[in-house]
Antibody, heavy 121, light 107 residues
């Protein structure tokens, strides 16, 4: 079955960098766009970024544009989120999630269990 | 960015009740809207996509309707497992945006 496992979260100081990974299994990663979504403690969901199935298209939330970069290595079945210039307001659980359709970008479908990023001095 | 206004922010209801949650978009998003259920400490789960299509495996008591700017999620007869937080998400254009969520609690 579809499995998404995030890793790389932790505590980091403001201004520093962190890279999250998402290991995918149970489906052909190279056929699906992939998303990152975050949730600050006690808050709602915030969509962060999406990368197309082949990596040719990337879109970001305004709040992370220019600081975060989404990438993928289909040969390793892994999605990444490089987070630079981190701010305290980036503190959240970060989820990777698969798109519902193949070869397109649409709804978010399957989700991982999330990894917590805490930005604090 | 498109603003998604979800209401109510919280709701108390009893098992067996019919419940409706609303999302309003700040502009026409056709039918590019999904509904998600989230339980504490868990990842969200897709219930409805394309405004009214039931995701595979989701009970038929869940239904969605609407197009353009106004959308509703209806639970026809609440079950104990349905008490959770519900979110809408527009995937009409980038950046995707969520509603602020509706917490459904037991009365």
């Amino acid at each position: 079955q579809v499995q998404l496992v995030e890793s790389g979260g932790g505590v980091v100081q403001p201004g520093r960098s962190l890279r999250l990974s998402c290991a995918a299994s149970g489906f052909t990663l190279s056929s699906y766009a992939m998303h990152w979504v975050r949730q600050a403690p006690g808050k709602g969901l915030e969509w962060v970024a999406v990368i197309s199935y082949d990596g040719s298209k990337k879109y970001y939330a305004d709040s992370v544009k220019g600081r975060f970069t989404v990438s993928r290595d289909n040969s390793k079945n892994t999605l990444y989120l490089q987070m630079n210039s981190l701010r305290t307001e980036d503190t959240a659980v970060y989820y990777c999630a698969r798109d519902r359709v193949t070869m397109g970008i649409g709804e978010v479908d399957y989700w991982g269990q999330g990894t917590l990023v805490t930005v604090s001095s | 960015a498109i603003q998604m206004t979800q209401s109510p922010s919280s709701l108390s209801a009893s098992v067996g009740d019919r419940v409706t949650i609303t999302c309003r978009a700040s502009q026409d998003i056709r039918n590019d809207l999904g509904w998600y259920q989230q339980k504490p400490g868990k990842a969200p789960k897709l219930l409805i996509y394309a405004a009214s299509s039931l995701q595979s495996g989701v009970p038929s008591r869940f239904s969605g309707s609407g197009s353009g700017t106004d959308f509703t999620l209806t639970i026809s007869s609440l079950q104990p497992d349905d008490f959770a937080t519900y979110h809408c998400l527009q995937d009409y254009n980038y950046p995707y945006t969520f509603g602020q969520g509706t917490k459904l609690e037991i009365k």
